[in-house]
């Protein structure tokens, strides 16, 4: 069976632009969450998609935003890059059962300059 | 606001010595996940603990649960080389504790290992 995906694994960006980072779940997992890990954050929530809806929401700003399409591969995109956006970006897929059980994504370093 | 405390943060080990990472919470929850992290890779996940009490071992890995305490344990024991990682634990608040945390992990500080010969 195959693991949660993520594409692209690396990106380099600069302050100002917008990025889009892209996730496909497990096959039959409809829970995609997103998660920020810096060195001096740690790992912060960022949203969660079920069925097209978001869920979820951590605290950050609105220009961090996401969707899901019908077939649970999600995408987030970040606007407006600041250099404080450079981060590993992991990706987890779940079942959505009674517990909460998530498989993470290779991640997507994005280094913003 | 649930928060995950860790510790120790830094745990540096002889092989064939045994240690324990601690996991503390600061709300009601009854799940609790480990997952190890090797550096520049992705979350493995080790242990799902679901209810006061439960224990599960893996190798040289022990993940305990005291729901009461709001703390878990991941033990290990007579550490090799190959457990060098580090280990988070997160928290998940789940309905029952008058949450609904819908796809969102809490996770601690992160302690990182290293085992020496």
């Known amino acids: 069976k195959a693991g949660v995906t993520q594409t692209p694994r690396y990106l380099i960006k600069t302050r100002g632009q917008q990025v889009t980072l892209s996730c496909s779940p497990i096959s039959g997992h409809r829970s995609v969450s997103w998660y920020q890990q810096t060195p001096g954050q740690g790992l912060q929530f960022l949203f969660e998609?079920?069925?097209?809806?978001?869920?979820n929401k951590g605290n950050f700003p609105g220009r961090f935003s996401g969707r899901q399409f019908s077939n649970s591969r999600s995408e987030m995109n970040v606007s407006t890059l600041e250099l404080g956006d450079s981060a590993l970006y992991l990706c987890?897929?779940?079942?959505?059962?009674?517990?909460?059980?998530?498989?993470f994504g290779p991640g997507t370093r994005l280094t913003v300059l | 606001e649930l928060k995950v405390e860790q510790n120790p943060l830094f745990l540096s080990m002889q092989e064939e010595k045994n240690y324990t990472i601690y996991c503390n919470y600061s709300t009601t929850s009854d799940r609790l996940y480990w997952y190890r992290q090797d550096p520049g890779k992705s979350l493995e996940s080790l242990f799902v603990?679901?209810?006061?009490?439960a224990v599960k071992q893996e190798g040289r890995l022990m993940a305990s649960l005291d729901t009461k305490a709001r703390l878990s344990t991941l033990h290990i024991t007579a550490a090799v080389h190959d457990l060098s990682a580090t280990y988070f634990c997160a928290v998940d608040r789940g309905a029952n504790a008058g949450g609904t945390s819908y796809g969102k992990l809490t996770f601690g500080q992160g302690t990182i290992l290293t085992v020496h010969p």
């Open positions: 987890a897929s779940s079942l959505d059962t009674p517990y909460n059980e998530q498989f």
């Open positions: 998609y079920f069925s097209e809806t978001q869920r």
């Open positions: 603990l679901l209810s006061n009490g």
